[in-house]
């Protein structure tokens, strides 16, 4: 198993950039990949970015191309999502999760962090 722990989210306005942080521990090793997804308020969860871990190659929803930014720091087991020009509707909890293979699914998760973007 995987514990995960985000950082990194609070009150910002319209236009500001926040940088989230996730710090994996336990089984590291077996992350094939790790991405970041948020649920709005009344709104199913959605898949922001993702990135493959050893590769370094990342994914992102339209909504965000552009404006995010997710890298990672293989020694530190940590991964990042830069989020500028922010706009209300990034409004959101913001989770991390581990994927250990394609099949297994996003099975490890954080405990979210709050970000809110005021107009």
């Known amino acids: 198993q995987v514990q995960l722990v985000e950082s990194g989210g609070g009150l910002v306005q319209a236009g500001d950039s926040l940088r989230l942080s996730c710090v994996a521990s336990g089984r590291t090793f077996s992350i094939h990949q790790m991405a970041w997804f948020r649920r709005a308020p009344g709104k199913e969860r959605e898949l922001v970015a993702g990135i493959k871990w050893r590769r370094g190659e990342t994914v992102y929803a339209d909504s965000v191309k552009g404006r995010f930014t997710m890298s990672r720091d293989s020694a530190l087991w940590t991964a990042y999502l830069q989020m500028n020009r922010l706009t209300p509707e990034d409004t959101a909890v913001y989770y991390c999760?581990?994927?250990?293979?394609?099949?297994?699914?996003?099975?490890?998760w954080g405990q979210g962090t709050q970000v809110t973007v005021s107009s």
């Open positions: 999760a581990v994927e250990s293979t394609p099949a297994a699914g996003y099975g490890s």
